[in-house]
């Protein structure tokens, strides 16, 4: 109920971001009062317009497990078109992420790091690549739902992800 003005404002959003990129939005608000439904009806819409959307829910047991919301975010992003399109290092990269990357890559074998710093700036770019493989002949929008339930290394990433995004339509 009430939420037409609100999914105007994100679809109204939505445009700027296909024409301006780098551009997000942060939908804050007490829990229970609609935020994931209001992400489910503006994908949906998206989807009818045939857009390229990934809209990825955190659930409260993934808190604790590393890298658990990046991997779901890895393994929508690697089903749209285009993704076929990211390097084959950033998938030997990615492929520990997500089974689907191995689908997507099956010559691919996992690349492994010892240094942590060096596996963080390696998945970032690994990222990075991804997004721009899928949003290079359209417009991503990227729907990243309950925040709060994160695991610490992937809301790392994700940040750094966000500061690149200026360059791209997603």
């Known amino acids: 109920v009430g939420r037409g003005p609100l999914l105007a404002l994100l679809y109204d959003a939505w445009r700027d971001a296909s024409r301006r990129p780098g ?14 439904r209001v992400l489910e009806d503006f994908a949906a819409r998206l989807r009818a317009d045939r857009a390229r959307v990934v809209r990825v829910r955190a659930l409260p047991r993934q808190r604790f497990v590393p890298g658990a919301m990046l991997s ?5 992003l690697v089903e749209l078109p285009g ?3 990211m ?10 992420l997500h089974n689907s990357v191995g689908n997507r890559f099956p010559t691919a074998s996992p690349l492994e790091f010892s240094d942590p710093d060096a ?15 899928v949003s290079h002949e359209a417009p991503c929008c990227l729907l990243l739902d309950d925040a709060h339930w ?21």
């Open 150 to 170: 994160w695991d610490d290394s992937s809301r790392q990433l994700i940040e750094q992800l966000l500061d690149r995004l200026e360059t791209r339509p997603v």
């Open 23 to 36: 551009a997000h939005v942060h939908l804050i608000g007490r829990a229970g009062l609609g935020k994931s």
């Open 83 to 85: 993704s076929a399109g």
């Open 72 to 76: 779901t975010v890895v393994g929508g």
């Open 119 to 133: 596996r963080f700036l390696a998945l970032l770019g690994a990222l990075d690549d991804l997004l721009d493989a």
């Open 87 to 96: 390097s084959a290092q950033s998938a030997r990269i990615l492929l520990p």
